[in-house]
Structures are given as structure tokens and as C-alpha cells.
């Protein structure tokens, strides 16, 4: 079957002991969150800089959210931070490569080990990312995948992935998403009860109903299952990764040539041991808003596309309703607010659209920085 070959293979790229596929990359999230068993009274420290997808799902926990700064270079989780906010109420961590770029996974995962702390990565954007020889998805406990339509493949539009280094783990997702109960069974000695009803041997579930009792069920099951049609699209797709991924370096770096020599600009890159995916490509002005609202403006005008990713997640509405609000993380406030760009890169981009962009990007530059410096001589 399609969908089986296509775990297969993923699980191969990525290193994964597990690979199930899924819906979408929320639901791979959805069930990662429900492998952590949470108490009430656990703690989850989570990153603030991504998509709301990544946390949302701990709203239906009665857990305690600590939202941990991040790395101003990199927008990834910072390990320095981390490590102040970790409790012995600490149950898991959640972090995601920002844009494809790997977090410090070693320097992460070395924390969590000594308190038996679990940790998801949101590996959205990292797929084609490679981390000191390894892949996203393997870095840690749990790894989890979107195929929406503007990931770095994708699976007629959506679809998800969940990486698993337990096997238990992908026992209750294998259960949960094809709609069986969460449960612990165990097995009965006798199966010829004589109060159990005559059962045919073509009806569902007619070689298994009477052979097990539920001791406890952690909740129910779902229908996530991944089509087959999608999955051979994914199995395609997959073949195709590297191709992909090589055009949104390659568009990277044209950006990364005509950004750099700029003054007041700041690139975002990976360590020189791993390799960016560049699901997002992102740097940084750092003349202060004003000029980044120049900046954006004047791309506006010369037809280039900008949406700024993400809204720190803990100043939006829910997250305020639980306690959380503006200083918590001043770093990613201030580079949120101030510095952060993103420009277009993905594989449908044509040379002529991306020497379009190279010249408005320039242009752009130097009007907001050439508007500064006359704002700040007083000619404007």
C-alpha cells in the first residue's frame, strides 16, 4: 500500500525508529501532545516563535506553559534560557526549527536527559535540514511533519507525519488514528464464554472483540488517516526533496549576496556543521522599525509579497488568558516588532521572479536606509 511505503521511506530519510502518517502536520502535533500523558500541574516549556499549531494543543491540558525566549540569531528555543525555566514539574519541552534552520539539539537534548524530560520538535519547516549529520524528526523523542501545500513537499495540499523513538508510542497512534480507542487491554484466558453472543466470522472486529478486557482507556480515538492517493503523492514528492530544497538554497543565497553588504541588515543562517531547508527565508533590519516599515512598504510598491512569521505566541488572546503577556519573552518581542523580515523562496519561484526580487530587495534597502539617514540629518 501507498501509505505504508511512504512511511517507510520517510523513516529511512529521517533516521526515525517510527514513522505514521497522518491528516496534517496539526493533528501530527494533536498526537504527539497526547503520548506526554499530562497531569494537571505539569509544566511544558514551549518555544513562543512559530505557528500557533505547535502549542494550541496544550490548551486542552491543565498544564502550566512556560514560554521560553529564543536565540536572536537563529529565532530557534535558546538553551541558556531553557535551562533557567526547567522545574521538577517539568514534563516535556516543545520546540520547532525556525524555518527550516535546526535548533541546538544537542545542547537541548543534553538538558533534558538528566531530568527525563520529553521533547517534541516541530519539524514543519526542516525537512531537507540536516543537524550535525543527523535529520529533524530524529533529534529527539517525538518529530513532527506538515505536507500542507507551502511546506517543502506536500500531499495534494495536506497532510502530516509523526516520528516516534518509542514503540509503544507508535502502538497508540497506529491505534488512535485509525480511530480505535487509547486504551490498555489485556488479554483473557478463556474465549469460549458461554455468555458471549455466536459471532460470524466475516463480522468486524470478530476474531478480537471477546479476546481482551480494557483495564483503563486514556481517551478516543480519531480518523487520521492519510488517503492513499496522498500518500503516493508523498512518495513522489519525497523523491523530489532534494531537487526542491537545492532551489530554495540556491534562491537563499542570491538573497543572502545582495542583503549582506548592506549596513544594518543581519543574515539568518545555520551553524557551519548543519544545513538550512529554508522553508522560510528570513533576516533581520536593525535600524529599528521605522526602517523595516520603509522597507516593507517600499516592497509593496515594487510588487514583492511580504508575510512576517510568526506573532509571538504569547501575546496572543489565549495565551494572555492563561497569564502570559508582554517582557515574558524580550527577545523574540523585540525582534518580532523590530527586525524580523521574510521574502519569498520555494521551488515555483523563475529565475526572472527571483531577479525581480534580488532588484526590488536592493532597491528597497537603500531607499529605507537612505530615508534614515536623512531623517536623521534632519533633511526630512
Known amino acids: 500500500m501507498w501509505r505504508e511505503r511512504f512511511e517507510e521511506q520517510f523513516a529511512r530519510l529521517t533516521g526515525a525508529r517510527h514513522a505514521l502518517s497522518v491528516t496534517s502536520g496539526t493533528v501530527a502535533l494533536e498526537l504527539a501532545v497526547r503520548m506526554l500523558d499530562l ?5 511544558v516549556i514551549a518555544t513562543p516563535q512559530t505557528f500557533q499549531a505547535t502549542v494550541q494543543p496544550l490548551l486542552d491540558h491543565d498544564v502550566r506553559v512556560r514560554f ?3 536565540d536572536p540569531d537563529t529565532l530557534n528555543l535558546d538553551p541558556a534560557v531553557l535551562e533557567t525555566l526547567i522545574t521538577d514539574r517539568t514534563r516535556a519541552i516543545m520546540l520547532v526549527h525556525y524555518g527550516g534552520n535546526p535548533a541546538d539539539m544537542d545542547r537541548i537534548m543534553a538538558l533534558a536527559r538528566r531530568r527525563g524530560i520529553i521533547v517534541v520538535e516541530d519539524s514543519a519547516h526542516a525537512l531537507g535540514a540536516v543537524y550535525r549529520g543527523r535529520r529533524p524528526g530524529a533529534l529527539a523523542d517525538i518529530g513532527c511533519f506538515s505536507f500542507h501545500s507551502t511546506k517543502n513537499i506536500t500531499t495534494l495540499g495536506e497532510g502530516g507525519m509523526i516520528t516516534l523513538a518509542r514503540d509503544e508510542w507508535a502502538q497508540r497512534v497506529g491505534r488512535i488514528r485509525d480511530n ?3 486504551g ?18 466475516w463480522m468486524k472486529f ?3 472483540v471477546y479476546r481482551h478486557r480494557a483495564v483503563g482507556i486514556r481517551g478516543a480515538g480519531t480518523n487520521a488517516t492519510m488517503s492513499e492517493a496522498a500518500a503516493a503523492v508523498g512518495v513522489v514528492q519525497l523523491a523530489s526533496l532534494e531537487r526542491f530544497v537545492a532551489r530554495r538554497r540556491q534562491i537563499a543565497q542570491r538573497l543572502d549576496e545582495a542583503i549582506a553588504p548592506v549596513a544594518g541588515t543581519r543574515l539568518h543562517r545555520a551553524a557551519s556543521d548543519s544545513l538550512h531547508a529554508y522553508h522560510l527565508y528570513t533576516f533581520f533590519l536593525t535600524g529599528g522599525r521605522q526602517v523595516r516599515e520603509r522597507f516593507v512598504r517600499a516592497l509593496d510598491r515594487l510588487g514583492v509579497e511580504v508575510q512576517l512569521r510568526y506573532f509571538p505566541l504569547h501575546l496572543s488572546p489565549e495565551w494572555r488568558l492563561r497569564g502570559h503577556g508582554p517582557g515574558e519573552c524580550p527577545t523574540a518581542e523585540r525582534i518580532w516588532f523590530e527586525e524580523h523580515m521574510n521574502l519569498p523562496c520555494h521551488p515555483g519561484l523563475s529565475d526572472a521572479q527571483v531577479d525581480h526580487m534580488v532588484e526590488a530587495v536592493t532597491r528597497a534597502l537603500h531607499e529605507a536606509h537612505g ?9 526630512l
Not at 184 to 201: E, I
Open 39 to 43: 497531569a494537571p500541574g505539569d509544566e
Open 68 to 70: 521560553c525566549d529564543i
Open 180 to 182: 480505535e480507542a487509547d
Open 184 to 201: 490498555v487491554y489485556a488479554a483473557l484466558p478463556d474465549t469460549s464464554r458461554a455468555d458471549a453472543p455466536a459471532l460470524l466470522p
Open 206 to 208: 470478530a476474531d478480537s
Open 371 to 379: 530615508t534614515a539617514a536623512r531623517v536623521a540629518a534632519g533633511h
